[in-house]
C-alpha cells in the first residue's frame, strides 16, 4: 500500500487548509486511517482517525471542534479540514493506515503504513 499526503502549505492563524491522503495498491476496504503530526523537536502524536466505513472518527483533544476527518472510498482518499488554524498546529502532517480496529488510534507503533507528509505552518 502507498499513502500519499497533499494539501499542506502556509496559513495565518485563523486559517484553514484541507489535507488529502490518496491511498493506493491496497484493494483491501476494512482499513482505518490516520493522521498524525509532528512538530519540530516533538514526539508524533495523533490527530484524528476514520473507520473504514466512516461511522466512527476520533480526535485528539486539542483538535476536536477545529479539524474534521473525512473519506470519499470511491476516491480511495481521506480528508483532514483543518479550520481555525493556531501557531501551535504548525508541524509535519502524516496519514496513516492498517488493517483492524486501532486499539489506540494514536499509538505510531500499531500504524502499518506511512506517508511522506505534507508540511502545515500556521503564522501568527
Known amino acids: 500500500a502507498q499513502l500519499a499526503e497533499s494539501g499542506g502549505g502556509s496559513v495565518q492563524a485563523g486559517g484553514s487548509l484541507r489535507l488529502s491522503c490518496a491511498v493506493s495498491?491496497?484493494?483491501?476496504?476494512?482499513?482505518?486511517i490516520s493522521w498524525f503530526r509532528q512538530a519540530l523537536g516533538k514526539e508524533r502524536e495523533g490527530v484524528a482517525c476514520?473507520?473504514?466505513?466512516?461511522?466512527?472518527?476520533y480526535y485528539a483533544d486539542s483538535v476536536k471542534g477545529r479539524f474534521t476527518i473525512s473519506q470519499d472510498n470511491a476516491k480511495k482518499t481521506v480528508y483532514l479540514q483543518m479550520n481555525s488554524l493556531k501557531p501551535g498546529d504548525t508541524a509535519m502532517y502524516y496519514c496513516?493506515?492498517?488493517?483492524?480496529?486501532?486499539?489506540?488510534?494514536?499509538?505510531?507503533?500499531?500504524?502499518?503504513?506511512w506517508g511522506q507528509g505534507t508540511q502545515v505552518t500556521v503564522s501568527s
Open positions: 496513516a493506515a492498517r488493517l483492524g480496529t486501532p486499539y489506540l488510534w494514536s499509538l505510531t507503533r500499531i500504524w502499518e503504513y
Open positions: 495498491g491496497w484493494a483491501e476496504t476494512s482499513k482505518y
Open positions: 476514520i473507520s473504514p466505513d466512516g461511522s466512527t472518527t
